[in-house]
């Protein structure tokens, strides 16, 4: 009997006939996600009812990179548990296409192991952005100022490797073993280091801003002028032999012992991810929360007199009237919390806020001062902002079709990917603004000042600007009011 081929992806895939055959593209220490890039197998049967596998090898990493070229064993199993090796490791070069039949014709399971070994290679400043490098062993290697940003580095092995001043922004290093790594002035901004082994390390004065931190281990190691703003430290383990400055070890506490009835202070806890810890009853007079992440914690009957509130995210916060809070940041709490269409905020100071995605629908924000504020995504359709002063904010994909900015001040603002359809911005000031892929469609510019503001890829499509001001105005892909593009 004769049978076509099929080919997959990554994936379980079925094969026809009398036999049932499945392939799993495996990779690195098994089982991980995809650790090759285009990583395809085509699966056959042969006339003499033999199971024919076949890949094309493929670099782990993007065009422009540094070729990072896997080794590949294939196994086999009945149940998903014992895996039997149908091959030895098999090594390839670029571009070849590895073919390999198994002459076992009862029911099989397949997988195809991708193998990155490169312990202590000399990787120095090499370029492996975006890098599919799960499981991946670097044991050893020196990767010195190397490009691993955006990789996938998850369950990847760095035991004693050399990460100095490397670039591993927004990389995944879920369950990654990084004992012993050297890694000072390293950048894990925003990079996934949940559940990994960074114990016994070196990350002096490494950034890990926003880094996921959750279940990750830190005996041991040194933490000392690391950038940790708003590091997620959730079951985060740290030792007395940890070295780590005050504020984040202090983050650290309040995230994992919590702060119920806590005396803290005059205390400096600013640039902080506080989601879900509990400070009911606390006193937090005078001390800094300066863009702390406060989503879903609890507050109430917590004292913040004269403490710095500024930039503070109290999306889901609980508090009650027991809660001792300044007015501002109490409003703030009520329009991120309780939204409703058509608040009447005129003249109200809503400086130095934190309204994303902030729903603010038909409000009067006349006369308000709104500087400096970070507004981005928010909803101002049909809002009101005559006379408001909206400079150096952030208004990015913020929704402000059909709002009135008369004589509105917004120089300096971020209005990036905005929607100001129908809006009305006469006489308004929008000096060194940034309009970059706003939509500005019939809208009312007449008298408007867009002195030096920058126009990339906006459309003032149908818009009226009758005595509107684009002195210095940076005009790339900009569509005019006319349908035209204009360049220059």
């Not at 629908?361 to 006349?366: D, G, M, P, Y």
């Not at 006469?426 to 503001?453: H, K, P, Q, V, W």
């Given at each position: ?18 036999f049932?055959?499945f ?5 690195g220490?098994l089982?991980?996600a995809l ?6 197998i085509?699966?056959a ?16 990493t ?7 070229i896997?080794q590949?064993?294939v ?9 039997t ?22 029911l099989?399971?397949y ?6 070994s490169?312990?202590?290679a ?5 370029k ?7 499981g991946?062993?670097?044991f ?8 691993l ?6 369950r ?22 990084l004992?012993?790594?050297?890694a ?6 925003l990079?996934?280091?949940a559940g ?13 801003n ?5 279940g990750?281990?830190?005996?041991f ?11 997620s ?6 030792d007395?032999?940890t ?8 983050v650290?506490?309040?995230?994992n012992?919590?702060?119920i009835?806590a005396?803290?202070?005059n ?8 989601t879900?810890v509990n400070?009911n009853?606390?006193?937090?007079s ?18 913040f ?16 009237s ?12 009520l329009?991120l919390?309780?939204?409703?269409s ?19 629908i038909?409000?009067?924000?006349t006369n ?16 009101n ?15 402000l ?10 120089s300096t ?9 129908r809006?009305?911005l006469?006489?308004a000031?929008f000096t060194?603004?940034?309009?970059i892929?706003a939509?500005i ?9 867009f002195?030096?503001?920058d126009?990339?890829d906006a ?5 009226v ?5 684009f ?11 006319d349908g035209?593009i204009?360049?220059?």
């Amino acid at each position: 009997m004769k049978f076509g081929a099929w080919s997959f992806s990554g994936a379980w895939s079925l094969v026809f006939g009398a036999f049932v055959v499945f392939v799993i593209c495996s990779f690195g220490f098994l089982p991980h996600a995809l650790a090759q890039r285009a990583f395809s197998i085509a699966i056959a049967s042969t006339n003499e009812n033999r199971i024919a596998i076949s890949w094309k090898v493929q670099s782990a990493t993007p065009i422009g990179d540094l070729f990072i070229i896997p080794q590949f064993r294939v196994q086999r199993s009945i149940e998903l548990k014992t895996w039997t090796p149908v091959s030895g490791l098999l090594s390839g070069s670029l571009g070849q296409t590895f073919s390999l039949i198994d002459s076992n014709s009862t029911l099989g399971i397949y997988r195809v192991e991708s193998v990155i070994s490169k312990q202590y290679a000399e990787l120095n400043n090499a370029k492996l952005s975006f890098g599919q490098l799960a499981g991946a062993d670097f044991f050893g290697a020196r990767l010195f100022g190397a490009s691993l940003d955006q990789a996938d580095l998850t369950r990847s092995r760095f035991v004693g490797a050399d990460l100095r001043f490397a670039n591993l922004r927004g990389s995944s290093l879920i369950g990654a073993d990084l004992f012993n790594v050297q890694a000072a002035s390293a950048d894990f901004t925003l990079a996934n280091l949940a559940g990994a082994d960074a114990s016994f390390a070196d990350f002096e004065n490494a950034s890990l801003n926003n880094a996921d931190l959750t279940g990750a281990d830190f005996s041991f190691s040194i933490l000392t002028g690391a950038d940790l703003s708003f590091a997620s430290f959730f079951e985060t383990t740290l030792d007395s032999d940890t070295l780590i400055d005050g504020n984040p070890k202090l983050v650290w506490q309040l995230v994992n012992q919590g702060a119920i009835g806590a005396i803290l202070t005059n205390q400096d806890i600013s640039l902080a991810t506080l989601t879900n810890v509990n400070f009911n009853g606390a006193n937090l007079s005078g001390s800094d929360l300066f863009g702390d992440d406060l989503r879903s914690a609890d507050i109430r009957g917590a004292n913040f007199t004269s403490a710095r509130m500024t930039f503070v995210d109290f999306r889901g916060t609980i508090l009650d009237s027991t809660t001792i809070l300044d007015s501002k940041s109490r409003l703030v709490w009520l329009i991120l919390n309780q939204p409703t269409s058509g608040r009447d905020l005129h003249g109200t100071n809503l400086s130095s806020v934190f309204l994303f995605q902030a729903n603010l629908i038909n409000a009067n924000l006349t006369n308000s001062v709104c500087t400096n504020s970070f507004f981005e995504r928010a909803n101002f359709s049909g809002a009101n902002f005559g006379k408001a002063n909206l400079t150096g904010s952030d208004l990015i994909q913020a929704n402000l079709s059909n709002s009135i900015l008369t004589n509105t001040v917004g120089s300096t603002a971020f209005f990036e990917f905005a929607n100001l359809g129908r809006a009305n911005l006469a006489r308004a000031t929008f000096t060194s603004a940034d309009f970059i892929g706003a939509s500005i469609t019939n809208a009312d510019l007449t008298l408007a000042g867009f002195r030096f503001t920058d126009l990339t890829d906006a459309s003032l499509r149908n818009s009226v600007t009758n005595g509107a001001d684009f002195t210095g105005a940076l005009f790339h892909n900009t569509i005019m009011p006319d349908g035209s593009i204009r360049n220059f």
